[in-house]
């Protein structure tokens, strides 16, 4: 099949794109507002962008709490998650009214972080300390702002839980991390394989 995405007209149930550019790294972003209150949100449009300097990015569709929270202060975390806190990710992405804690209604720890005040998520196996460089608004072919805000944030510190470290490396085996798929389909990472890159 082909279809045009101007068109929309894919003739399926639902729409396959996010499905097709899966899985996706889940932004489990924390932030802070300009008055002190806290807030965690989850981000299926999340990615690294560049290991020099260590740059981040998630994108939002609409101008939500966590993009409003960066505008005030420049900083957020982004926290990792795991097969076994999954329940408590999804518990965070309902929607609250500003001010009103998601560490809270999931019943996880927010703690400050070292170099930023955004809070990250204690029981998260790793989290990422970000400074923003760049907040945008992307463009359509024609020029036209989209109502996606993305937020860039270059990395400035990094925690990890000692028993999520095994031979020097992060162990994905044991941390099994959780992918978006499209839909509401999810995946766990755990099942890792290696392959080395060739010589020549």
């Known amino acids: 099949m082909f279809y045009a995405t101007a068109d929309n007209a894919h ?15 889940i932004g489990w972003i924390g932030s802070r507002a300009g008055d002190g209150s806290l807030n965690l949100a989850p981000y299926s449009f999340f990615n690294a962008i560049s290991d020099a300097p ?10 939500k709490d966590s993009v409003r929270n960066i505008e005030e202060t420049g900083e957020f975390t982004a926290n ?18 500003h001010g009103k ?11 400050e972080g070292q170099f930023v005040r955004a809070p990250f998520v204690a029981e998260a196996y790793a989290a990422l300390e970000c400074k923003v460089t760049e907040m945008f608004r992307p463009k359509t072919l024609d020029g036209t702002i989209s109502d996606s805000h993305v937020v860039i944030g270059q990395v400035v ?4 839980r000692e028993e999520a470290i095994r031979d020097g490396r992060f ?13 509401m389909d999810y995946c766990d990472a755990g099942d890792v394989f290696e392959m080395l890159r060739p010589k020549r």
Request: aromatic content about 8%; hydrophobic content about 45%; proline content about 8%.
């Open 54 to 63: 260590k740059l981040v990015m998630f994108s939002s569709s609409g101008r």
């Open 11 to 25: 003739g399926l149930a639902h729409d396959p794109f996010k499905a097709i550019v899966s899985p996706r790294p």
């Open 157 to 160: 510190g990094i925690h990890i």
């Open 101 to 111: 804690s998601e560490f809270a209604l999931a019943g996880l720890t927010a703690v």
């Open 80 to 97: 990792f998650v795991s097969f076994d806190i999954r329940d408590a990710m999804n518990r965070t992405s309902a929607p609250v009214p």
């Open 171 to 183: 162990d994905m085996a044991k941390v099994r991390p959780v992918g978006r798929l499209g839909y």
